[in-house]
């Protein structure tokens, strides 16, 4: 069980085999890595599933290799996007080996070890979320990152110091880590060296990532959306040849923008970030960091709240919506995408988010 889907293991991979599973999507949502959130947001699941599907099938008709297997229809078939005649929350994929890192404390500091990964290792996660930045838009955290000094302008291949809602010449690349208790950006040379990749393989895994980068701003264009930023994750299979995995170009796995308007999971954390239990989470992850505690969460005392009842709504519609616009389908009975984003202006004109 995840924090917004869960995976059923029809059967298990090997050492040398793929194996076969299902995501459940559902209506959970998560910020800031807490999991759980206290609300639902009512058709989230089938809109996302739906969405990484037809992306999942665009990438394919490119030649870039994947572990879907399709989606599952009501009767229990597994079929293409355009078989289905009712939206699934279900999708089949090929299933990898997961090896976690092993965390332990030096010098109170929390480190992780990752001599299992090896350019020998065949058929795995490989644990880095790797990122694309079209553009800066207000949230990114380029700026944060930029004002503490965890990143230069130099690493990010910027000439200059970036404003909000920048768009760029050509794409920022970034990346992190994927399996540890919070994730943590790295630089390109410690992403390769965790990973136990190849000067190759990582030339691959740039040129993938622009690869799919392309691909789902040409989708997002056609339902006027600009792809500003994203992430993918990565496997190798049995033969130790890249596919991408989990789920692209999702309102999830992507920082949309409809008329400079944000049209994906970035208005929740704008919302969530103006609360105290926000304030709690970023300190308790810079001390769990500087202590070397692994389980950050505990730390943080306050409990997230409720969205407010009218941005929920707004929230709920926008998922479908963007579904709708993406595949050119109307799958969900709600308005066009235009009209729920000028709901979301009004509803941050009148309160503030």
Not at 87 to 103: D, F, G, R, T
Not at 164 to 173: Q, R, S, T, V, Y
Not at 241 to 261: A, I, P, Q
Not at 326 to 339: E, N
Request: charged fraction near 30%.
């Amino acid at each position: 069980m995840g924090s917004v889907k869960d995976l059923e293991v029809v059967k298990k991979p090997t050492k040398d085999a793929m194996g076969v599973g299902r995501f459940h999507f559902s209506d959970r949502y998560s910020v800031f890595d807490w999991g759980e959130m206290p609300d639902l947001i009512d058709g989230k699941g089938a809109a996302l599933c739906m969405m990484g599907a037809y992306c999942f099938e665009k990438l394919e008709e490119k030649g870039i290799r994947t572990h879907y297997r399709g989606l599952v229809d009501e009767s229990g078939r597994v079929a293409r996007f355009d078989e289905l005649k009712k939206p699934s929350s279900i999708m089949e994929i090929s299933l990898v080996n997961v090896y976690k890192p092993k965390a332990y404390v030096e010098n109170g500091k929390l480190r992780y070890d990752y001599s299992i990964y090896t350019p020998a290792l065949r058929n795995f996660l490989i644990p880095l979320e790797i990122i694309y930045r079209n553009g800066l838009p207000e949230g990114s955290s380029v700026f944060k990152r930029l004002e503490q000094g965890l990143v230069t302008l130099e690493e990010l291949g910027l000439n200059h110091y970036p404003r909000a809602g920048e768009k760029l010449a050509k794409p920022i690349f970034d990346v992190s880590t994927k399996l540890e208790e919070g994730d943590r950006y790295v630089s390109w040379a410690e992403a390769q060296r965790i990973a136990g990749l190849t000067d190759r393989e990582m030339g691959e895994v740039k040129d993938l990532l622009l690869r799919v980068d392309e691909t789902i701003t040409e989708i997002a264009a056609r339902a006027g959306l600009v792809n500003e930023d994203g992430k993918i994750e990565l496997a190798f299979d049995p033969q130790r040849r890249l596919m991408v995995v989990d789920v692209v170009g999702t309102l999830d796995e992507c920082r949309f923008t409809f008329n400079g308007l944000h049209v994906s999971k970035e208005i929740a954390r704008i919302y969530y970030r103006r609360t105290e239990w926000a304030r709690e989470v970023e300190e308790a992850k810079k001390k769990a960091t500087e202590e070397g505690i692994e389980d950050w969460k505990k730390l943080v005392m306050a409990k997230p709240p409720k969205l407010d009842s009218s941005l929920k709504s707004i929230i709920n519609q926008m998922y479908m919506a963007a579904a709708n616009e993406v595949t050119k389908k109307r799958i969900f009975a709600v308005p066009k995408l235009a009209d729920v984003v000028k709901e979301y202006e009004k509803c941050q004109s009148l309160k503030g988010y």
